[in-house]
Nanobody, 125 residues
Framework: VQLQASGGGLVQAGGSLRLSCAAS????????MGWFRQAPGKEREFVSA????????FYTDSGKGRFTISRDNAKNTVYLQMNSLKPEDTAVYYC???????????????????WGQGTLVTVSS
């Protein structure tokens, strides 16, 4: 499985970006997908996740109401729509795929099997 994240960039506070993560593999519809981010000098942290069907989505408290995760299984792509961006959202954003079925826990990095290369989001104040 290969994951290609895109859509990052420089945006002013209050602006929006949509990140995309394109996945290879014929069984994308069976993958749980997540977005994590890592700011300079900090650990990688959970941002959002979506289960294989799209029927369950997960967010941090800081992301609820601002971020929306979605997937298009026909396009093998997961999206992260980010609105009302804040300077503290500045980070490299990584998408990740889990093939672990019921052993997946959306918060746990070790339950993801594949990671994309990351896309940089910079929010200026």
């Amino acid at each position: 499985v290969q994951l290609q994240a895109s859509g990052g960039g420089l945006v002013q506070a209050g602006g929006s970006l949509r990140l995309s993560c394109a996945a290879s593999g014929r069984t994308f519809s069976s993958y749980h997908m997540g977005w994590f981010r890592q700011a300079p000098g900090k650990e990688r942290e959970f941002v959002s996740a979506i289960n294989w069907s799209g029927g369950s989505t997960f967010y941090t408290d800081s992301g609820k109401g601002r971020f929306t995760i979605s997937r298009d299984n026909a396009k093998n792509t997961v999206y992260l729509q980010m609105n009302s961006l804040k300077p503290e959202d500045t980070a490299v954003y990584y998408c990740a795929a889990s093939l672990r079925g019921t052993d997946w826990y959306y918060l746990a990095r070790h339950t993801y099997d594949y990671w994309g290369q990351g896309t940089l989001v910079t929010v200026s104040s």
